[in-house]
């Protein structure tokens, strides 16, 4: 089964239509996004509605969690609070209610899918080897998924070794048929690792590889639409930076 994984699309219609663009190129068995549809950005319904689309499955991430009153808002940073807020005021009943069926964790074909980490699928940031070992040992199954972190990352665990994690990039493409793995796709919405372009994975299941994918999308509609939208000034000048 070859599976396109989304994560973290935040609001940003932008960089998801950019990627469902690419996605379709490639004509995967299915999509699979692994939660925060909503929150920082400025498209909440748009993105809500390609998901529900395009997505065979999707997760609950923790900004979906703050969008529907399951997590309190002080919980979160200003900027992504208010956020929030915004959010919960212009999202459609029949989104919010969408939303609010969400859950944080699941599985699909033998895979571990979490929006945080298998020990804590809504607040852990699995972004060193040492955590990665931590939720190696706790995850049932032999590869999971995970966002939340907005990096895209793998952490891998050979048979009777310790485990180690890599940053990974566009183009990147791992055999992960040996050994126990974590696999981060990045962020569509709002990447955090430098490179500003959407970024996604790509998993083939019967070769058992995995590919980092990028896809450039009109960042500045984007910026422009969190200003019209009079959300914190950082959400859109972030986007540039991919910070």
């Not at 995850?139 to 972190?149: A, D, E, F, I, K």
């Amino acid at each position: 089964m070859l599976v396109a994984i989304l994560s973290d699309i935040h609001g940003n219609r932008h960089a998801l239509e950019a990627v469902l663009e690419d996605v379709a190129k490639l004509e995967p068995t299915e999509t699979w996004c692994l939660g925060d549809v909503v929150g920082y950005g400025a498209d909440p319904n748009a993105c809500v509605e390609l998901v529900r689309r395009h997505c065979e499955l999707t997760l609950a991430g923790n900004h979906d969690l703050a969008v529907t009153g399951e997590l309190p808002l002080d919980e979160f940073s200003r900027g992504a609070a208010l956020a929030a807020q915004w959010t919960q005021e212009v999202i459609e009943p029949d989104a919010l209610d969408w939303l609010s069926q969400l859950r944080p964790q699941g599985e699909r074909a033998g895979l571990g899918l979490y929006h945080a980490s298998p020990r804590d699928p809504v607040w852990e940031y699995v972004v060193s080897a040492l955590l990665a070992e931590l939720c190696l040992d706790a995850q049932p199954q032999r590869l999971s998924l995970v966002g939340h972190s907005h990096v895209a990352l793998s952490f891998w665990r050979p048979e009777g070794e310790v485990a180690s994690g890599e940053r990974r990039y566009g183009g990147d493409i791992l055999d992960v048929a040996p050994g126990e793995w974590l696999l981060n796709p990045g962020s569509v919405g709002q990447p955090r690792d430098g490179d500003p372009r959407a970024a996604w994975l790509l998993l083939d299941t019967e070769r058992w590889s995995a590919a980092w994918m990028r896809s450039p999308y009109d960042i500045k509609g984007a910026q422009t639409a969190i200003r019209e939208a009079r959300l914190p000034d950082s959400l859109a000048e972030r986007l540039q930076y991919g910070q």
